[in-house]
């Protein structure tokens, strides 16, 4: 478990100092395996060459015994402790010297080892050859054997290693900052010719991320970074070409896109304007005008859910279907419905479209409208307050043997239809509040001498300062018409609309007042 944590917590940390920690790491244990193969070699060579000093030592030693034998033994006793003193004040103050001269045996006596040290050395064999030295675990010994006696200098180890150690560690200060240099100095250069590279490689696949196809990986690190270099920039070049065309297809969608909408200029009587701004290149909102038998036009307004390309697919899809629908009624209700049941048969589940439909009659001035869960259009007679026209059934899409009904109003005077989607009602500012049919209506009561254009410029100027720069996520679309209807006003309690639902085989009758 700790092992999992400590291995997820290194993959998580930068390559360099992934890079800096192997580094050190092996530098670290480099140095501890040095030092301690050195300490022991060391060790063993300083003890070696003190085991052959102090067998010369013991020669000598012999050879001044010989010279002062003849004056006694006082004579001998004397001289092998003026020689352990001189030993000890000029190296160490741990030397000893025995010595079996003549049968007798002599010891220096300023300078006593411990106890148990004499006997160990007394109990060395006689017979160890001209010289010999010996390591015990606590003193080294030198011995030289001749014809008159052996002689013995003994050394506590302590003395010897206590140099040793002292030694060691100003080498293992030595070694440790040559390898804190060398780590250094390794992780710069790994920094330079790793860990930055790779950073600029990664910089630049952000970059490409963002979509800054123009961005160039450049390396000169070492030969696997320049081939990774290489296929970043190959990448790149791929999708700069694949961007290009999938730029160049959009366009032709969107040309497409664009010559499908309407002619707004052939419309004798009736003033339209229009706006349509898709979120994307195109857009799953469509809105139409259609000419219909007699004098009536047909405003038309679908919002598909989404956007983007199977939006603007399925908003190509509407205009077929409602272009062929309008050839067989004029009825709204009926137009929907059958653009419903040709929707639900050709469209994926899930892509449900919503659908406002008005009837423009000149001639008997007259509003005939039918909505599949689309915003209300909102109805303007003279200068009077603007009205929304409530109705509405099942968004298209939802249920093929929906039934849609509609709605016939008389108009008196100058009258004004709007038509929007919820990309305008529903427009979030800086402070994510909408945009709201309020504005919008309050907007079209300010313009009642205006053209449709002039409205339609006003409500895209009075949008755009609303979204303050946001950004939009979903299509814009606006649709404007005016015209003059009767100009007879009824006298006071004559109804001025009358309404007329039909849902199947069933009428049914109410009335409702919009007058100038």
Known sequence: MIFDKLKYRWHLLPINRQLIVLVTASLLGFVVVFLTVDHGLRTERILSEKQSVLTNEAKTLYEGLRVVEHHGDAAIHDFIDNVANGMNATESARHHILAHWNGRRYESLPHKMPAGSTSVSWNIELDLGANHSIVRDNEIIGAFKGPLGSVY?????????????????????????????AAIAASIVLRQLVAK???????????????????????????????????????????????????????????????????????????????????????????????????????????????????????????????????????????????????????????????????IDTANQSLTYASAGHESPIVQVDSAKPTRLEAGDLPLGVEETTIYGEETVEVRGRTRIVIVSDGVSESFNPFDEQFGTERIEEIISQQTEN????????????????????QRFDDTTLLVAQFTGANDVPENGDSLSEHKRTIGCRTYRKTQSIAS
């Open 197 to 359: 590279p790779i950073q600029r490689l990664v910089s630049t696949l952000q970059g490409v991320g963002a979509g800054d196809l123009s961005v160039v990986a450049r390396t000169r690190s070492c030969q696997e970074l320049r081939y990774l270099a290489e296929q970043i920039n190959i990448m790149t070049r791929s999708l700069e070409h694949a961007q290009r065309d999938h730029r160049l297809h959009m366009e032709k969608a969107r040309q497409i896109q664009q010559n499908l909408r309407p002619s707004l200029t052939e419309l004798a009587g009736v003033d339209v304007a229009e706006l349509f701004q898709p979120a994307d290149d195109v857009g799953g909102d469509y809105y139409d005008v259609i000419h219909l038998s007699g004098d009536r036009i047909l405003l038309c307004v679908a919002d598909v859910a989404g956007h983007g390309v199977p939006a603007a697919m399925a908003a190509t899809l509407l205009k077929a279907f409602v272009s062929e629908a309008a050839k067989q009624s004029a009825s709204p209700a009926t137009i929907l419905i059958e653009v419903n049941q040709r929707y639900c048969e050709y469209v994926m589940m899930g892509h449900f479209a919503t659908m406002c439909l008005v009837v």
């Open 153 to 181: 200098v003994l050394e506590h180890r302590d003395s010897v290693l206590n140099a040793t150690h002292y030694s060691l560690l100003s080498q293992t200060v030595g070694v440790i900052t040559l390898g804190a240099i």
């Open 451 to 470: 053209s449709a254009a002039d409205v339609v410029q006003d409500l895209r100027a009075s949008l755009e300062s609303f979204r303050a720069g946001c």
